[in-house]
């Protein structure tokens, strides 16, 4: 008995040292139990005299803390260093295989390189390989088959990001929208391609076109591929295959891009002719369609509000009444989520072309928030999201380019240190989302839709 209760005060003793770091031995620990015990019951200050002394003893190593600090960070940089490198080496073997004779070869490189460039910011390594880049894009575009002259166009669009406004990024755009403008406008291509060159189009005008001249082009390409589905005003609209739907809604958005950079003047011209045709979008079988049609025409009421405040549309009844019938859609062979989505998108959409304001939208991103607060800013923000996909938020953090866009200033910087004391517990971070869910499960019960609704 008396061995089995001297293992259990060596185990607590044990367990003790490692969680309060103490350096006395087992039996010392044992025979101190007492005296412990009574020096509680006489003083009740004798922990708080150890805190005092756990907390002296800390400050009087600062130089050990800190370089301790200094070493990790060290290394950090060290490892992204290492990183960087064995990323630019996997980079320039795509870049060399882009030119192999292997169809699958060259498409599994365009792949690579497309999630490479999303996910990281690498202007310095594409500045110096742009050329060969130009040239081996073009040849995929050319001669390439469907998948491969789509991954082509989304990697020049991610380029036009990566290089931005400056006259190499220009020069980049300028080489291969001629090709890009070919393949959008052939009618034999493969829809997928069309429809990836309609993206790379819009963005990379966005980005890197200079002249007035390649906005009003791309802008007139654009929206020829749409509007021909549309009709002429007050008709019907024409019926479009649903291969077709992905390229018209692409063609659409990237359209809608390149209106919140349009010069005043043209504004004007450009609501006479497509405000009128839009609304037959509304009734297409495609649900991607009929929300980019209502975010578009949303667009351009806040357009036509900026010119002139008190503008007025002649059809409003009509429009706000096929927007209402979208808002409370609760057909049941549409997908539940489709409906969801349509619903949400459409209300927005009705509130505003009545009146009201934008609804904002809040994003956050490391120790950032961005404010998307107007149809302009939602559309640019979808159009970078859309590319670059999980990348955006590093892109938001690190891309000069994003930033002068949004606003956001000048990159942080910021040491480990700094970042460390910025990060909240995960208790804090329990509590807040617990908050944060009961907040919404509230909100979300007011605004559910009923079946008893009054329309």
């Known amino acids: 008995l008396d061995r089995e209760v001297s293992r259990?005060?060596?185990r607590s003793w044990e367990l003790r040292c490692d969680w309060e770091g103490t350096e006395l031995g087992p039996w010392q620990f044992v025979l101190g139990l007492g005296a412990r015990s009574s020096t509680q019951a006489d003083s009740g200050t004798s922990e708080d005299e150890a805190a005092s002394e756990a907390r002296s003893t800390t400050s009087e190593c600062p130089s050990l803390l800190s370089t301790t600090a200094e070493d990790s960070l060290g290394g950090d940089v060290v490892d992204e260093l290492s990183q960087q490198e064995e990323l630019e080496e996997k980079l320039k073997e795509y870049v060399d295989c882009l030119t192999d004779k292997s169809a699958k070869i060259r498409q599994g490189a365009l792949e690579s390189l497309r999630l490479s460039l999303a996910s990281r910011l690498l202007p310095d390594f594409l500045l110096e390989r742009r050329l060969t880049l130009a040239d081996a894009l073009e040849k995929c575009l050319k001669k390439g088959k469907?998948?491969?002259q789509a991954l082509a166009a989304a990697v020049l669009g991610l380029l036009c990001v990566q290089l931005g406004?400056?006259?190499?990024?220009?020069?980049?755009?300028?080489s291969l929208q001629p090709l890009l403008v070919s393949v959008l406008s052939d009618s034999t291509a493969s829809p997928t391609a069309r429809l990836h060159c309609a993206s790379a189009l819009g963005l990379g005008c966005y980005v890197a076109a200079a002249d007035i001249?390649?906005?009003?082009?791309?802008?007139?390409?654009?929206?020829g591929v749409f509007s021909r589905s549309c009709g002429t005003s007050g008709s019907t609209a024409a019926v479009v295959p649903a291969s077709l739907h992905g390229l018209l809604c692409a063609a659409l958005q990237a359209w809608a891009l390149l209106l919140t950079i349009c010069p005043s003047t043209h504004i004007n011209h450009i609501l006479d002719r497509q405000l009128p045709q839009l609304p037959q979008l509304l009734s297409s079988e495609s649900v991607n369609l009929r929300i980019a049609a209502g975010e578009t025409i949303a667009l351009l009421f806040e357009l036509a509000r900026d010119l002139e405040e008190d503008f007025v549309y002649e059809d409003m009844e009509a429009l706000c009444s096929a927007l209402r019938t979208l808002a409370t859609d609760s057909n049941k062979y549409r997908a539940k989520a489709d409906r969801r989505r349509q619903r949400s998108t459409f209300r927005a959409v009705l509130h505003f072309v009545e009146g009201g304001e934008c609804e904002e939208e809040t994003i956050r991103f490391g120790l950032e928030v961005l404010y998307v607060d107007s149809w302009a800013r939602h559309r640019i923000y979808a159009a970078f999201k859309d590319v670059l996909g999980s990348g955006m938020h590093h892109h938001l953090q690190n891309n000069e380019l994003l930033r002068d866009i949004f606003g956001l200033g000048p990159v942080?910087?910021?040491?480990?240190t700094?970042?460390?004391?910025?990060?909240i517990s995960r208790f804090e971070k329990h509590l807040y989302n617990a908050a944060a869910f009961k907040a919404r499960t509230k909100a979300r019960s007011r605004t559910r839709d009923k079946r008893a609704d009054v329309v």
């Open 412 to 416: 942080l910087v910021l040491d480990a």
């Open 165 to 174: 406004p400056g006259p190499k990024g220009e020069e980049l755009f300028h």
């Open 418 to 423: 700094t970042l460390k004391a910025c990060k």
């Open 8 to 10: 259990g005060l060596v």
């Open 146 to 148: 469907s998948e491969e």
């Open 213 to 223: 001249q390649d906005l009003v082009s791309c802008l007139a390409c654009l929206e």
